[in-house]
């Protein structure tokens, strides 16, 4: 037996709810079907994004960095070169130490004694130290001309263990009598120092 429904004899209500539940039952469906799996990807792409653009920031922060490291290695190298070029060569020390004693007698000063010492390995282990223990005699501003004149060399020249003796007076000058140590450095090959370096055990 048929079912028949007369629209036309049913409440207000029951006709607004057979209208509108099919837009309902297709809007829920385009819900729970469509909207929410999308909205599910997009918050999964959104969470790699995100990832992504804390790592491409962390990256530029490491490239700015490198950058500055560059640059600083750059300098330290620069800094190594000069510095390299005020250690002379093992061959120029005698040079060296004669324009020392050189620079001595011109400044007015009597040198008594001059004695080279064997170089040693210096406690940085790159470079040599050349050691020259001098006596010699002159005035304060016999003394102070030569020390001045040594900073104005283009090496290294250290003056350590001064020591000045009471000052006599000779042709109405004060003369001192002064020990000191002089050392200049040459750079080890780098063939020396890795011979020198123990080997490591396995």
Request: aromatic share 4%; hydrophobic share 45%; no cysteine.
């Amino acid at each position: 037996m048929a079912l028949k429904l007369d629209i036309k004899a049913m409440p207000i209500y029951a006709k607004v709810i057979i209208a509108v539940l099919p837009s309902i039952i297709i809007v829920a469906l385009v819900l729970f079907l469509v909207i929410n799996p999308k909205m599910k990807q997009i918050k999964v792409l959104e969470a790699k994004i995100d990832k992504q653009n804390n790592e491409i920031a962390a990256s530029q922060a490491k490239a700015a960095k490198l950058e500055m490291l560059k640059m600083e290695n750059d300098r330290l190298v620069a800094r190594i070169n000069e510095l390299k070029e005020q250690l002379p060569e093992e061959k120029e020390i005698s040079s060296l130490l004669k324009q020392v004693s050189d620079m001595g007698i011109s400044a007015g000063l009597e040198i008594k004694s001059w004695k080279p010492s064997p170089k040693v390995t210096h406690p940085s282990g790159i470079v040599y130290e050349i050691p020259v223990s001098v006596s010699v005699e002159g005035t304060y501003h016999n003394l102070g001309y030569f020390l001045s004149s040594l900073t104005r060399l283009n090496r290294i020249v250290n003056i350590t263990d001064m020591k000045l003796g009471s000052p006599k007076r000779e042709r109405n000058e004060s003369m001192l009598q002064v020990s000191f140590k002089a050392s200049t450095f040459s750079a080890i090959p780098e063939a020396e120092i890795a011979k020198a370096k123990p080997v490591a055990k396995k």
